[in-house]
């Protein structure tokens, strides 16, 4: 009886971690910053590699508004898997039509990640728009779903892996991203409901 009891609560458990949202949308990466430093010798794709540790959704990308007063160009922002098979890419347009969240600005994006090694980069076609060089980046954090592993850069002016590095540093923010809440499949939520159902009627059965 305490053990079937027991099995309920464990399944009902189950069922509500599965339709939970595991956290609300974030950005990646924060830091203290509020101006960056120009790139004298573009372009280039800037970014950072990354683990993902738990599967996350991503819901935008974005990049590096100096000062929070616009960006002067638009800049082209992909993330890539550890195949180097582009996952997701957008573009966040020039002044400020898209969006504001702490220092980047962000254009809708979404994009499945599952745990694994990543590379996030922003084409900087020159240095109208500064970004964070290495040793530069102050306050830094990251959500935990998520470790930075390395700064990364790629030379040309459209949008490439930035596979090289320079060190494990933070900086070339430069990209980021904001990642939400993993929904569950309607037939995972069906399994456990099932499941549950089953376990329910047992229950009953037993008692008679």
Known sequence: MKRIQSVVLLVA???VLAVSPVFADSPAVTFDNL???MLGNGPFTLGW????NTPIMVSALGVFDDNQD?????HDVGIWNSTGALVVSG???SGTVDPLTDQFRYVSASALLTPGNYDIGAVWVDGADPNLFPGDVTGFATIPQITFLQNGFAAGATLTNPVNTDSPMPSYFGPNFQAGA????PSSILLMGTLLLGVSGLLKRKLR
């Open 13 to 15: 458990l189950g069922l």
């Open 35 to 37: 101006t960056g430093e």
């Open 49 to 52: 590699e990354f683990t993902v």
């Open 70 to 74: 616009g960006l002067v160009e638009s």
């Open 91 to 93: 573009t966040v347009a």
């Open 182 to 185: 993993v929904v569950p499949e």
